[in-house]
Nanobody, 121 residues
């Protein structure tokens, strides 16, 4: 019913920048919260940032001041601008959306398949 396509992961040097995108398509009536999570090797998945329909953002302490989450409601897309990247930011990044599918009366959580960000010199 709903498909998520992530892009933007890459190998980047410390101090560099990347922009991740996650576009949702399908039978979408509306999207509530949108967010990004990440999972490094050997660690649990953790919240990176979320953004509400109105644009209110919330960030993990580890990325505050370096990452910016934004959304384009017309395109059903959420972005994560990552600046001043550090080796500890290396992880698979997943987008997470709460979607109201057309014809349904409750929201469904969807996850992207993940995009790999590697920060290394």
């Amino acid at each position: 019913q709903v498909q998520l396509v992530e892009s933007g992961g890459d190998l980047v040097q410390p101090g560099g920048s990347l922009r991740l995108s996650c576009e949702a398509s399908g039978s979408i009536a509306s999207i509530k919260a949108m967010g990004w999570y990440r999972q490094a090797v050997g660690k649990q998945r953790e919240l990176v940032a979320t953004v509400t329909t109105g644009g209110n953002a919330n960030y993990a302490d580890s990325v505050k001041g370096r990452f910016t989450i934004s959304r384009d409601n017309a395109k059903n897309t959420v972005y994560l601008q990552m600046n001043s990247l550090k080796p500890e930011d290396t992880a698979v990044y997943y987008c997470n959306l709460m979607v109201r599918v057309r014809g349904y009366y409750y929201d469904t959580e969807y996850w992207g398949k993940g995009t790999l960000v590697t920060v290394s010199s």
